[in-house]
């Protein structure tokens, strides 16, 4: 049996958790390298982009462009309207909820 990693870029709206409800001290900026979790215990990485401004403030919530990191813990087929978290290691600052898959891509794993 083949083993495949899966990778995806989707559009979502993020919201980030406010200080004061356990979320980040700090906005995050373009590139932002959190961790993701889509109802699972596994945890993949990714990159947030936001392509409709610089920075997003702990308490708002803003479009954005996620790349999903190839994984072979990721849930196969993520559709429009999946929600997710968003990790800063074990501490969830935020959540989403996939707006469009933009790419969706598998690698098979060699042994």
Do not use: C, W
């Not at 993949?44 to 996620?66: C, M, N, R, W, Y």
């Not at 501490?91 to 098979?108: A, H, L, T, Y």
């Amino acid at each position: 049996m083949t083993t495949f990693l899966k990778s995806y870029n989707f559009t979502a709206i993020l919201s980030l958790f406010s200080t004061e409800n356990g979320g980040r001290k700090k906005p995050v900026y373009d590139n932002f390298r959190p961790s993701f979790s889509f109802n699972s215990v596994n945890h993949v990485s990714g990159e947030i982009s936001f392509p409709e401004q610089d920075e997003v403030l702990p308490g708002s919530t803003a479009k954005a462009v996620v790349k999903i990191l190839p994984s072979k813990h990721i849930r196969q087929h993520l559709k429009s309207g999946d929600s997710f978290t968003i990790l800063e290691g074990s501490k969830i600052i935020g959540s989403g909820v996939i707006q469009q898959i933009d790419q969706e891509n598998r690698f098979p794993v060699v042994q």
